[in-house]
């Protein structure tokens, strides 16, 4: 079968297409014929050697995948031959034309969502609401959403009202990203390319203050934050680290403020994560949330559709496709 082989840790020229043999399911495992494959930022950092990888290389790249059941193990149900899923991997395998993966990793597709729409927006979808709900926003709250563009970002600011935000704000890097944001639903976008967006963040708060972050950013910038946030109510919610640090906020930080910072991210987290998927994909099937897809690319492509995501181009998500037929 066509997969991608990561040849090393490196930048995307270490992604290589080869022919390998298919895997074949364990015994809790099913195997998949994937007809798309997201690519995932934190994908990028693990090719790169900036999050640790589990095993060392080479080896099939890849967490989640879209299709349709092929085969099961012997202890799952054969029932779920030929349903429409999206599985994860215990952290390798997926971008290959056949998928093996726990069972229990298994989310249906609801009717009328393409498996290209499913793979683009679980992950996403899956993160933002555990965020939303861990927010227990009051209705009447100001809420800043970070890289809002896309991603994560693009999940939260298209369900922040819904779930009892009053005013979103949100950062987004350039003038396209940020009318991106502003149509998935921010009241007002800041650029976050401008090293002093934090001042123009109190600029356009005008004397109010934020109730809850949503911070993928981390690093210097989330301390600039405390002090445009709501004394003794405001949230910092934790979930990502894209300026390549985690938060540099400390417990005196927050204690002098009367501020709370969440951790969002770890193995428990990722199991609510998980169990956010199915209703992700219900809400997409039914419209009520863009998996905003920018391009289904050959899976050969894998290199590049890194190179873009690192670039930073993108609008939505990439999604790889194997050649139809290729083992
Ligand atoms: N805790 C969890 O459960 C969890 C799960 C998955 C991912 N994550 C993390 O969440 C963050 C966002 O992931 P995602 O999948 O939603 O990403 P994404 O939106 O698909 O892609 C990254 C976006 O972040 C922005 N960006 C890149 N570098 C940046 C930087 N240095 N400073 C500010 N913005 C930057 C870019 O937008 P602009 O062009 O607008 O800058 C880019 O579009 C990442 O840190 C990721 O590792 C957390």
Known sequence: MQAIV???????????????????????????????????????????????????????????????????????????IGQRVVVATKGFGAYAEFVAAPADSVVFIPDGLSSVDAAAVLMNGSVAIPLLETATLTGGETVLIQAAATGIGSSLTQLAKEYGAARVVATAGGPEKAAQARNLGADEVIDHNDPTWTMRLR????????????DAIGGATAAELLDLMTPLRGRMLGYGWLSGAPAQVSASDLIMRGLTFTGCAGPDWLDRVAKAGSAVLARAAAGGLDPLVEAVLPLDQASRAHRLLEDRTPLGKIVLRPAPGVS
């Open 6 to 80: 990561m040849t090393d840790i490196g930048g995307p020229e270490v992604l290589v297409a080869r022919e390998v043999p298919a895997p074949q399911a364990g015994p809790d495992e099913v195997v998949i014929r994937a007809e798309a494959i997201p690519v995932l930022y934190p994908e990028t950092k693990l090719r790169s050697g900036d999050f640790p990888l589990g095993a060392p290389p080479p080896l099939i790249f890849g967490f989640q995948a879209a299709a349709v059941v092929a085969e099961v193990g012997r202890q799952v149900d054969p029932a779920l």
């Open 203 to 214: 600029e356009t708060l005008g004397g109010a203050t934020v109730d809850v972050v949503f």
